[in-house]
T-cell receptor, first 113, second 113 residues
């Protein structure tokens, strides 16, 4: 059974600082996703990572994937208040359909002035 | 504008009652999914459908039923057999390509009276 673990689950940062959220998964997968969720809202897709060594960046967020270590990271550079949200990683089991996602519990990020 | 529409936004269920959550998409996506989110948790897959008139159980299908009579529509019924239905329900859809993102609707918050 595929399990996805994120850490930390809660993260309080100061504006301007850098930090990394980690996502570990337990069995082989060929697709990993990062999502953002604001309170009471739906999920917004951030990144799709399909291959070992994949790196994607958008604004202050950068995601990477190491399939050998079964690890993805979401790096936050020079955090701003607008990045406050809950971030989820989700993994598709190898050979599974792309909506059959296994989600981590999420990392609740709070960026303070 | 293309997207996924869920209704209602809030729904209350009385004990012993079945309720149906609506999900409609105009993205011409073949695959549609229903997820459940409990407070402070990631999403869990209830049911999914990859083609009209066909659907499969996800990880937590007990107490739920679905139908897929049209490509655009994938309603979810929460039956009286679901003893703990209070949650945030999200519908999603995606296309056939491997790198396509999963698009989510805005969600339905279901509560028990």
């Amino acid at each position: 059974e595929l399990k996805v673990e994120q850490n930390p689950l809660f993260l309080s940062m100061q504006e301007g600082k850098n930090y990394t959220i980690y996502c570990n998964y337990s069995t082989t997968s060929d697709r990993l996703y990062w999502y953002r969720q604001d309170p009471g809202k739906s999920l917004e897709s951030l990144f799709v990572l399909l291959s070992n060594g994949a790196v994607k960046q958008e604004g202050r967020l950068m995601a990477s994937l190491d399939t050998k270590a079964r690890l993805s990271t979401l790096h936050i550079t020079a955090a701003v208040h607008d990045l406050s949200a809950t971030y989820f990683c989700a993994v598709v089991p190898y050979g599974g359909s792309q909506g059959n996602l296994i989600f981590g519990k999420g990392t609740k990020l709070s960026v303070k002035p | 504008d293309g997207g996924i529409t869920q209704s209602p936004k809030y729904l209350f269920r009385k004990e012993g009652q079945n309720v149906t959550l609506s999900c409609e998409q105009n993205l011409n996506h073949d695959a549609m999914y229903w997820y459940r989110q409990d407070p402070g948790q990631g999403l869990r897959l209830i049911y999914y459908s990859q083609i009209v008139n066909d659907f499969q159980k996800g990880d937590i299908a007990e107490g739920y039923s679905v139908s897929r009579e049209k490509k655009e529509s994938f309603p979810l019924t929460v039956t009286s057999a679901q003893k703990n239905p209070t949650a945030f329900y999200l519908c999603a859809s995606t296309g056939r390509m491997l790198n396509e993102k999963l698009f989510f609707g805005s969600g339905t918050q279901l509560s028990v009276l």
